[in-house]
């Protein structure tokens, strides 16, 4: 009994000891439980534990700016706001840059805890701009134009009336700017968010009720900055947004209010507000009084500060607050509210204006005054919302420069975080522009010296268009410090244009004849005079036959002096020769018949410019280029050479093969339409040759297209339907052989087989083209030889090799600069025929004036990307050699002779103009050149029938000194030009009339102005 009794008190013991156990679990859980309980409501009401740990992170979170690119750094990829500032599209913008010659100056640095925070989507903590956009400095440094968007803002907190931050706190975060809890974190409203959640719970379970929001400023703030589309599309992104918030927050410290302070702050300056019409995005509410309302954003925040307003009616300052409570609730649905909602905005704003009396923050004065106020808005059809931009050439041209470079929009252009500093001289700009507009009147017309025989009356001044470019030589490229004219409008005559600039033309033919010079010195000179007497060289070759003799006779075979008795070579000016050119026969003539009985050097022909010595010159350029390949000239050997066939098929494929690729380079990487627009823009336009192309390449095309392409293309030109229908039939697929095809349109067959490949054929080589064109290649030579008579055949050869000899040329000006991807295959190319562009002209003379070294043309030298940000990217331009397109001795050759024409020639208006401070002349060189551009139509025996006249032009390309060169153009557009008869003294008598204004800058021992510019 008693064992019995023993054992079970023994086993009693360890169940009353679980049971103690367990109740001591069960408590520990509930004292821990209430202590977390505890922390959640102190930590809740106070942050303390939230404030160190983020704060103490935040400190982590930094960028350093560091020499180059950087590899530490991550650029957003999506947010309205990182998409506005441009910092969405830096990583494009920086490879276009590093394409054009550009190279990464300094760029931010992340920290590595910054890298990977960024890594995780988040949005990084910075102060962000509240305002900014482009600013463009200019080479000085100075800014002359700024875009600030948005235009109206507050520029600090403390410059927000009361009343305006108590409506917005009342209205959207009641409890913000509370300084009961210095360490609060503005991301997070814990009761607002609680119910946030409770209300999406219940509308997961279907239940009913209305939901609540959750976000806080602060995380509004996130959303429709850096989320995308603006958007809270998940609860991921919500989560991002309050994290991203509290991380910003803290960023400055615990202490939290000044960091609250910039939340509200910033949400006043960027709260999106729809886009209006004519306008665009509106942000901040600055910009919404003013675009929506019209109001004065200045008077309304006078009217609300209690300081300043105590003399205005309770009117004026009810409608005042109306129109600030009305934003702050249009932020909720501003594409609504701002535009059909209005009715449904105005009773919010009722309630809202009676729930502020109720609460004590207005008086009932003032809340009977606002909404007794009605708000007018803007009817944007009478009274548009329009900023005013600068419009003047230097500016649009920038812009234009700046919006190609990064590939943006001006509406995107203006509102990136991007200051760019440009090469322009912007007083220097501002007085030349103003000196243009004034030729307009007669009194300064003739106080300049412009009226005149050859030159202008006192009614035809304002008819007149003026455009100028003045460039300097830098290390860093050739640098644009004056681009502007008359016209106040986007196009530029100087550098836009494709116009015929006359004599301009023949500083190109005596650049391509010394250089032919050089070359043939460089292969001859050094042989003894019994192995130049050995050379054989074909009688037409005149340039390599006076060169072999010159060194045979000279003891001195310096190549300047070789040069100098080139330009002294003598030319006739007799205009009674008809030359064969362009497929027929043409004569050309002096501008003064005086010149005709003249035989004249190459050096006397440039000063005075004489026509005829230059179109004699060309002819000898072009049977250079013809002879110097044996091949070439064999195609007009023996018919009955028996080796002439096998030589025929080889010459054909390697000259195929050569001409090809050429024509590959010049249509490469372009769309059909860009393509075929080249190949047009190249082709003297008549409804024959217009009719061979379009048959060839589009032989589908209906006649109703081929109609309209004929029309287009010769405006002027009366052809009825009749003549249409035939040009479509005769020149229809099959009728004619591609080499006859080619000679029609005087193009170079394969070019034509080519571009017709190009445009039927998806992703090409060359390679495929090659192979795909064996048979033409043998065709368009082969055909040479089938002719019946000799003299038929024998001029269409002399045209193909014409043809061929003008590719050779084009190669040469397009070394030095020269713009457009064909010349007419004609000898009156030395008179203009094949047009230019008058700024490509003036980079012709700076490579001259610098000895022959090319560099490229310079106008956007620094941009700043997104400064005191951790996106910050500078990019400066790469440092370059320059590139040598052109031997010393001849630039220097040419820089002599151009300064002739100044000294004798006919831009000496201009001899002795440039005088410097201490009395020392400054060096001058030009040409000139007019373009009387017309429509003729010739009758059968070869007269002019009709004549109608497209544009005049007088072109003047300088330079001055050893460091400025340029171009200035007069221009009168349309039928209008038949009414003058100005010549290229017009440009040389501006010019003139600006040697005041330019010698401050020009003159180097005047420190104010020629060291302007860094």
Known sequence: MDNTQDNAEQASIPVQSQYSIGKIIKLLFIVLSLLVAVMVIYETKTSHFQSEFISNYARTLTYEVKEGPSDSIVFPNQGPFDQRLGYVKLPMIQSRLLERGYEVAQQAHFSPALLHYANQGLFLPYTEKVQTGLTLQDCSGAPFYRYNYPYHYYPSFDQVPPLVIKSLLFIENKHLLSSENP????????????????????KALGLPGQSAGGSTLATQVEKYRHSEDGLTDSPT?????????????????????????????????????????????????????????????????RLLDPSKNQDDTLKDIGLALRQIVSLMIAHRR??????SGREDLSRLTDSYLRIFMQQGMISGQLMAAALEAKINYRDFKKNPALMRIESSKGLQLTRTRLSQLLGSQFYDLDRMDLSANTSLNIPLQRDVS???????????????????NRLLTSEKTADVNYSFTLMQQSEQGFKVRVQTDNTNQPFDINEGSKLELGSTAKIRVLTTYLEIIAELHETYADLNDISLRKISIPKQDILSRWAVDYLSKSKDRDLSKMLNAALERKYSA?????????GGMHSFNNFSAKDNQRHATMIDSLRESLNLPFVRLMRDIVRYSTYKDENRTRLLEDDKNPQRQEYLSRFADREGKTFLRRFWQKYTGKSDAEQFDIFLNGLKQTPARLAAVHRYI??????????AFILQRLPNKELDNKTLVQLYKRYSPGQYSLPDQGYIARVHPLELWLLGYLMQTDNVTLSDAIAASQVQRQEVYGWLFKTRHRTARDSRIRTMLEVEAFLDIHQRWAKVGYPFDHLVPSLATALGS???????????????????????????????????????????????????VMRIEVAQALKNALAEVVNAGTARRL????????????????KTGTGDNRIETFGRGGQVTSSVARNRTATLVFYIGDDYFGTLTAYVPGSASDNFTFTSALPVQVLKGMVPMLMPYLDKSIANGAHYCH
């Open 183 to 202: 360490l609060a974190n503005p991301a997070v409203d814990w009761p607002r968010f609680a119910m946030a959640a409770f209300t999406q719970v219940t």
């Open 334 to 339: 501003p594409s609504y509210y701002l535009t």
């Open 698 to 707: 589009l032989p589908h095309a209906s006649q109703a297209e081929f109609n």
């Open 911 to 926: 001899a002795g103009a440039f005088t410097q401070a201490d009395g020392e002349l400054l060096t001058v060189g030009a």
């Open 834 to 884: 094949s047009g230019d562009r008058p700024v490509a002209l003036a980079t012709l003379l700076g490579i001259i004036q610098n000895g022959g070294i090319k560099y490229p043309t310079q106008r956007i030298e620094k941009l700043a990307f997104a400064d005191d940000t951790p996106y910050q990217s500078h990019y400066n331009p790469k440092p370059i050699a320059g590139e040598r």
């Open 237 to 301: 992104e919500k989560i991002r947004q309050m994290v991203s918030a509290s991380v910003r927050s803290y960023h400055l410290g615990p202490n939290t209010l000044a960091a609250r302070k910039l939340v509200v702050w910033a949400y006043l300056n960027s709260v999106p507000l729809s886009a209006a019409p004519g306008y665009g995005e509106v942000h901040g509410v600055g910009d919404g009084l003013w675009v929506w309302f019209g109001a004065d954003v200045a008077e309304v925040n």
């Open 574 to 582: 007799n205009p009674n020769e008809r030359f064969f050119t362009g």
């Open 434 to 452: 103003s000196y243009l507009a004034q030729l307009a009147k007669p009194e300064f017309a003739q106080q300049i010296g412009l009226l005149g």
